[in-house]
């Protein structure tokens, strides 16, 4: 990668931004393969969905949605999921997925965080204003 962006690396396999990055089916084909690596591990370790929640951090739901790769979960989740393990995030993700189309799949589950984040603060807001907006108990 060194320095590169995105539409540098694009730009040099022959691709354009849009053409990277519209592929959904290799998004969900990634996310199926890294539930897979993850149900793998957690088996070797002898460990239920619920103990590599709880020994991760998150929730059951967050495992299971994980495993059936139904959910694109965020970088953080992975992280914690790798630490539970003792391995680097990197290990999570198949052999043979080229560094680029790791960048890019943690470059797409980082905009989540960033879209999950406004929606958080959004919601914080409304939060605020209904209490100030309610009678206040004395």
């Given at each position: ?5 995105k539409?540098?690396r694009c730009?040099e396999?022959?691709?354009?931004d849009h053409?990277?990055t519209?592929?959904g ?13 993850v149900?793998?591990?957690r088996?070797q370790y002898?460990?239920t969905?619920?103990?590599?929640a709880q020994r991760a951090?998150?929730?059951t739901?967050t495992?299971?949605?994980l495993e059936s ?6 970088v953080?989740?992975l992280?914690?999921i790798?630490?539970a ?7 999570l993700?198949p ?8 960048a ?11 879209t ?5 603060e ?14 206040s108990?004395?």
């Open positions: 990668m060194g320095g590169q962006t539409d540098n730009a396999r022959g691709q354009s053409a990277r519209a592929s089916e290799e998004l969900d084909a990634l996310l199926v393969e890294l539930g897979h690596r149900a793998t591990l088996r002898g460990l969905q619920e103990q590599l951090g998150c929730s739901n495992v299971i949605a790769g139904k959910r694109n979960v965020t953080r989740n992280a914690m790798s630490a393990f003792q391995i680097s995030l990197g290990d993700f052999k043979g997925l080229t560094a680029d189309a790791q890019d799949t943690i470059s797409a589950l980082s905009g989540e965080i960033a999950a984040q406004g929606v958080l959004k919601m914080h807001d409304l939060i605020g204003q209904l209490k100030r907006a309610l009678p108990e004395t």
